[in-house]
């Protein structure tokens, strides 16, 4: 008898393995398979967070481009304003230059007649057959330096003038061409 129950016991020990192998072989491809799947989770989780990543860089640079673009901006609005305030300044000092002229003009014009009137009233003698400056003077010389000195201040005046209007001309090209590199600058960013 101790050898029949060894036998049975040997044999439901087999019996007992063959269960369990087959467990677990109908056990392992289930974790394969919740291996696999696993994985493939992991493969998506990985490829989700790098393009989540790639995307906010993406959305940073195209707010670091933003920013960079508005800086740009107000610094060319900022130099346009200053451009517009000078150009204000140069035409005012132009057009009272022109105005200071025209006063002086029209103001010795206004008071050659008087001092010819108070000459011939005065009873002083006037030669005016010795030129015109002597009209303004007792002696023909003070005439001549008076006219001399009305036609250096007309002369600066005008040379004042003239040179304010240059200076706007250069700087009018000075500011077109600095139009100009900004627009090749502005073609240049968007290429990129």
């Known amino acids: ?16 393995t063959d269960v369990v192998t087959e467990e677990k072989v109908e056990e392992q491809p289930q974790e394969d398979a919740q291996n696999e799947e696993l994985q493939k989770a992991l493969e998506r989780a990985e490829d989700f ?3 989540y990543l790639r995307a906010h860089a ?7 481009r933003a920013n960079e ?5 107000i610094h060319r609005r900022t130099l346009e304003i200053q451009r ?13 230059g022109i105005a200071a ?10 008071l050659m007649p008087e001092v010819t009137k108070q000459a011939s009233v005065s009873g002083a003698k006037t030669n005016y057959t010795t030129g015109m400056a002597s009209m303004l003077g007792n002696y023909e010389a003070l005439g001549y330096i008076c006219m001399g000195i009305l036609a250096f201040a007309l002369g600066v005046c ?4 003239l040179y304010r209007l240059r200076k706007a001309e250069e700087h009018r090209k000075k500011a077109e061409e600095y139009k100009q590199s900004q627009q090749v600058r502005e073609n240049r960013l968007k290429k990129e």
Do not use: W
Request: proline share 0%.
């Open 1 to 16: 008898m101790s050898e029949e129950t060894k036998n049975e016991e040997l044999q439901e020990e087999v019996e007992a």
């Open 49 to 51: 967070e790098n393009k």
């Open 58 to 64: 993406e959305m940073q640079n195209i707010q670091r």
């Open 69 to 73: 673009e508005r800086q740009q901006l």
């Open 84 to 96: 517009e305030q000078q150009k204000k300044r140069e035409r005012v000092i132009s057009g009272s």
């Open 101 to 110: 002229c025209l006063v002086m003009i029209i103001g010795i014009g206004c």
């Open 158 to 161: 005008v040379t004042i003038l």
